[in-house]
């Protein structure tokens, strides 16, 4: 396969992947701001608790404005070409990957669920949390092979 079509092939599968992500990322967005911003009549643990994943969202908005950026530049940029502010912001998404699939592992996210409603979403999480860094990595070794 030519380098040509292989960074085709990379751009058209990281493009799909990074709408899904994006449209999860926006969805998850409103719902905690929705949560962190409103008033509950309940107790104070669920604002806070909503705040902090409004917190992470942000950041891992701003490593998926890096990842965007990196997918319309990786064909035609070397490592030392990436600025340093993106090169952070795909540490922090990286990061927050990392640590999501260790909550996943070592934490119960769904208390309630059971068998396969509880498998399910765990693959999904699981997923939602490592594929951006598996799209950073494709389109670091398409410009590993391309220098």
């Given at each position: 396969m030519k380098a040509?079509?292989?960074?085709?092939?990379?751009?058209?599968?990281?493009?799909?992947?990074?709408?899904?992500?994006?449209?999860?990322l926006m969805i998850g967005l409103l719902v905690s701001a929705r949560g962190a911003f409103m008033r509950y009549q309940f107790d104070g643990q669920i604002y806070s608790s909503m705040s902090i994943i409004?917190?992470?969202?942000?950041?891992?908005?701003?490593?998926?404005?890096?990842?965007w950026w990196l997918l319309?530049?990786?064909?035609r940029i070397g490592f030392h070409e990436i600025?340093?502010?993106?090169?952070?912001?795909?540490?922090?998404?990286c990061i927050i990957g990392v640590l999501f699939c260790l909550a996943?592992?070592?934490?119960?996210?769904?208390?309630?669920?059971s068998g396969v409603l509880?498998?399910?979403g765990f693959m999904l999480l699981s997923i939602i949390s490592v594929l951006p860094m598996l799209l950073v990595a494709l389109m670091f070794l398409y410009i590993r092979q391309k220098h």
């Open positions: 040509n079509h292989s960074g085709s092939v990379i751009f058209g599968v990281c493009f799909l992947f990074l709408i899904l992500l994006t449209l999860l409004f917190l992470v969202l942000i950041v891992a908005s701003y490593a998926l404005v890096s990842l319309f530049k990786f064909r600025p340093m502010a993106l090169k952070i912001g795909l540490l922090c998404g996943l592992v070592f934490f119960n996210f769904f208390p309630q669920a509880y498998f399910k």
